[in-house]
């Protein structure tokens, strides 16, 4: 069983950045590949980036390649999405998801655990 909590969304001008934050409990977080998905209203869930259990490999939605960097802390149990350049497209809730084993998917119903979700709002 993994927990995740989501932390670090807000309110952004067109242009700022913010970096989320998604703490996991257990011990086993480097067992998993973890990913970020986001939800606007009114739209289903999309894929945003993942990240391999190594962090070793990386990958990007299209709408957000060049901007957004993902990342993890193993030793922290923590991941990361750093989003620079931010648009008011990016206005969604973003959710931290967690798959076990060692290479991510791109479709949420690949993975196991999900967190609550926090909510970003950039405005023009």
């Known amino acids: 069983q993994v927990q995740l909590v989501e932390s670090g969304g807000g309110l952004v001008q067109a242009g700022g950045s913010l970096r989320l934050s998604c703490a996991a409990s257990?011990?086993?977080?480097?067992?998993?590949?973890m990913g970020w998905f986001r939800q606007a209203p009114g739209k289903e869930r999309e894929f945003v980036a993942a990240?391999?259990?190594?962090?070793?490999?990386?990958y990007y939605a299209d709408s957000v390649k060049g901007r957004f960097t993902i990342s993890r802390d193993n030793a922290k149990n923590t991941v990361y999405l750093q989003m620079n350049s931010l648009k008011p497209e990016d206005t969604a809730v973003y959710y931290c998801?967690?798959?076990?084993?060692?290479?991510?998917?791109?479709?949420?119903?690949?993975?196991?655990?999900w967190g609550q979700g926090t909510q970003v709002t950039v405005s023009s």
């Open positions: 998801a967690a798959v076990f084993g060692s290479t991510y998917g791109l479709g949420y119903g690949e993975y196991d655990y």
């Open positions: 257990g011990r086993t977080f480097s067992s998993y590949a």
């Open positions: 990240i391999s259990w190594s962090g070793g490999s990386t």
